[in-house]
Structure formats: structure tokens, C-alpha cells
């Protein structure tokens, strides 16, 4: 599959749904398989042969790590929107406290990730 | 902080209360923000665009549902992913104007409208708004009658504006298509301050034509907007590729010609998309933005000479407020001038209102929180107060 499926997300289900829009991962796990990328390793055959060639892949390579960088990004989006929402002073209520709370929290799980599959 | 080379990142949103009139609706939803981290690359949504290889037929991402779902909210039959309402204004023009034929538009326009109708050498012709900025049928139908006379034809299409930029007045769109049917002329609803801000049902108002900002309005980044049309017009508009390579004899499929081929694609056209749930949601709570928007009209209007220069009340967030006789008084004897005004709000951490303008200036409160919209009332009288106006 070219796309990282939530289903098949092995960190957070939850993080990578954006408005029923899936994470696109296709540049970090492998080159393209269209003709956006011609000449490259996979270009040979169309989409069904590509999808064997990600799940030998997927053995291979990070699937963790891609997925903990997005997810981290997510949760600093998180972040972000509440400094928006309190701007421009930034007097957070409990319940914006708690989210910031939680999502400082998950950043700091995805770093750790990013370290052991990386590092 | 600089994001790459010389570029400033941009943290308008995250530092400040940002006022200005045309980015308020389309500020991202969290969904969107994470969508565009995403889906950046150049032709991210074409990673599965199989047969008949058109963006409004890729799945993955859920493209095609969006196309669906988005006409059905707006009350018409088809709907097409545009890069700006421009595009939708010169997508429309292009199929339905010719050469010196009559576009009727209100006087209240944006100039893109006018310049979509100057692209294909059309003439356009103008309804007067009221004296106090209104476009009314009435006033519709004497430009239609005249046009009628001038031209020995009916206008070949009118441009509405539900909410126009100037005033954020709303105007009479049901009566003037009813007005325009009559001609047999087709109407479009230009939607750029209500699609993806308040309700709005094509079917309803009875317009040919429903268009939509993705970045003033539908919390999208740009360029990026929806045309919507009936089917009775679809086939005009959204008319299929039939030429043909005269030497090698090539055809191009069903690539949609008003707008040359594939419309949207990448960061526009998928944070769009991942914003749209949300925006389905927020445009039945437009009240609450009113609610926000009245604590901060409310204190203005508690500064002696401060008058509210758009319709009041207000049936929108976007305003225009006369402060010729409160805040430019003072801008005449302070040592900054006209630019007291902006530089104070900026203090305290508000941007958006065009710096040096004191005497009519317009902003909009959408999307503030209760609070957000609290401390922008305490900060006008606080401006006020220390440039020793009369508030009370």
C-alpha cells in the first residue's frame, strides 16, 4: 500500500486522522511509483507490484520512525493551536493546561522512538 | 525566526489576535494544519490517480467523496475544486460570455469579477448600490431592463455578491435571481464571505451557480476554492476535452477544459479537505460569532463619535467601523498621526486594521474565542481612555 493506513499505524491511531485525510507517507518510506519519479528503483511495474515490494520493504526500514515524526508533529500542532487559541497572552485555562500537558507528553514518546529505531 | 534562506516563519496567528478582513475564515483548523505537514509535496494527490485519471475521481485521498459531499451541502448537483473563487468567476465567464456581450455585476464587486468578464472581452454592467450600500432587486432589474435595451439581448449572466468586502452588508440574492430568471439569465452566487462561515442552499436562492473561497472562508490554505453548479449548467461549465493533435492525433480523456484539466492539487486542495468536517460543523454556530462580534462593536460604539458604518445590526463578522469623529480626531494632533491606532493595538498584541487609517477601517472578529473577543473590547477602550476620548 502507498499510503499509511491508520490500521496499519503502529503508534497512534488517533494522530494520524486529519479530517478523514490520511497521512501520506509515500517520500519516507520509498521512492514514488508513477511518473512523478521516472527512472527510479520501482518504476518498473504499476502499483500491484510496488505493494509487494513495500512489505519486504516495510521489514527493512522504519515504519516506526515515520510514524513517530508525523505523530510528534501532529502533537505540536496541538500545541500550536492552542497558543491561537490564546493569543496574543497565553493565560491558559486548566482544560488548555491538561491539553498542553498531554500533548508535550506524546511529543516526548516520539522522540524516544525516533532515538531507538534511529540512533 | 527565519523557516529557511530569508523567510520569516510566520506567527501572526500564534502571537497575535489577527483582525484582518480577509484571513479571519480562513485561518487553518487543526486538521488542516496537520494535513498540509503531510501532503506538501508538489504532486502529493496524484499518488493514486488511476483511470480516468481526473482529480475529482482520486480516491485516495478522499477527493471524490469531497466533490459529492460539498455539492450536497451547498444545495446544488456538481461541484469543482478551483484555486481561488477567481478561477470559478473566470471558469463561469469563459463558457458562458462572448465577445462584447453584457455580465451584470454589483457595484460592490470584487475586482476580480470585473477583470474575469475583461478576460473574455466581455462588458460589464453595473448595479448601484443604495445609499446606504445596499444591492437591491429593484435596482437589479432597472440594470437588467437597461442592458436589455442597450444591447437588443439579456445579460449573458449576474454576479451576486451575498456578502460584499466593502461594507459586509448582506444583500438581496433570492429576490434579484428570482429578478434575473425572469431574463432567463443565469446567477451566481458569489459566496466568498458565507461559504464555509454561515448556511447557504443554492437550490434555496434559486442560483445557477455557488461560488467559494477555500482561503477567505473554508479554512484552506491558497489559493483554493469550490465552484458548485446544477446540471443543468454543468455540462456547459464543466464541459470535457474534444480536441484533438492534428499531426498525432492526441486526446486528453475527460480533462475539464473551462479550467485546463486537473484544478487543485497538493497542500490546497488536501487541507481544504481535511478542514471541510469541521466547517460543515461551524457554519450552523454563526450565531456564537455574532455574540463575539457584538462585545466588540458594543465597545466601540461606547466611544463617543464611534459609528458603525456598515449595516447595524450586523449579519456579519466582517465590519467597517467610522471612526472620523473618535479615533481620527485624536490621529490629528498625536505625534504618530494616523498611525496611533494601529500601533497601540499592536501593543497590545492585535494586528490586522490597516496601519495609518483612522477615519473608516474594516476587521472581522471570526473565529475569536469569547475571551479573545473580551480582551480586544477592553483594548479599544484602554485606547481610548489614555488618549482621554469619551467613553461611556
Redesign the interface.
Known sequence: M??SHCEHHTVNYKACQ??????????EQFY?C?I?APGLFLLEKP?GICAEKMQILSKKMSQKAIDAV?TG??DL??I??I???????HHLTDEQKERARKAVGHVRKQLEIIEGELL | MKCAGQIETRAVEESSINLDPIQAAGRLTPEAMKAVIAWGDGYSVCDNCHKPFRLDYVTKPPIADFHEEAAAWLGMDKVQLVPGARRAFQEVTGALVGKGEPVIMTGMGHYTAYLSVEVVNGVVREIRPTADHHITADAAAESIENAVREFGYSPKLVFVDAVDFMYGNMHEVEKIAKVAHQYDIPVLYNGVYTVGVLPVDGKKLGVDFVVGSGHKSMAAPAPSGILATTDEYADTVLRTTKIQGDLTGRKFGIKQVGILGCSLMGDPAVGLIASFPRVKERVNHFDEELKNHKIVTDALLSIEGTKVASEYPRKHTLTRMDTAESFDVVAQTHKKRGFFLSSALNKRGITGIMPGVTKQWKFNTYGLTSAQAEYLADAFIEIAEENSMVVG
Open positions: 502507498y499510503y486529519v479530517g478523514g485525510v490520511v497521512t501520506r507517507l509515500p517520500a514514488a508513477s512523478q502499483h508525523f508533529l501532529f500542532t496541538d500550536r493551536v497558543l491561537r487559541e490564546t493569543a496574543p497572552l
